[in-house]
Nanobody, 119 residues
């Protein structure tokens, strides 16, 4: 089993920065893909960014150039540095880890951390 614990959410003014972290524990395979998703009130959960163990990244168009995802494999921790925050970035941010074992995906979620951007 995998446990994910997020930290770093809070209230920030528009244009400001915020950094989220997520520590994974349990059985973590080196091939795990880690990432961040978010869900705003009344909306579906959406991708923010993902990163592989080798450092390949993928970003949602809405955050490209403003958010940077990074990962410390030794600590099984993923980060997202969020700059130039906008009110529309307000959401609950969820950490995600995916294992691909043979042909099956195993997906794990953190409990979520609230990010609120005031205008």
């Amino acid at each position: 089993q995998v446990q994910l614990v997020e930290a770093g959410g809070g209230l920030v003014q528009a244009g400001g920065p915020l950094r989220l972290s997520c520590a994974a524990s349990g059985v973590i395979y080196s091939t795990a893909v880690m990432g961040w998703y978010r869900q705003a009130p009344g909306k579906q959960r959406e991708l923010v960014a993902t990163i592989t163990s080798s450092g390949s990244t993928n970003y949602a168009d809405s955050v490209k150039g403003r958010f940077t995802i990074s990962r410390d494999n030794a600590k099984n921790t993923v980060y997202v540095q969020m700059n130039s925050l906008k009110p529309e970035d307000t959401a609950v941010y969820y950490c995600n880890l995916v294992h691909l074992i043979q042909t099956s995906f195993y997906r794990y979620w953190g409990q979520g951390t609230q990010v609120t951007v005031s205008s």
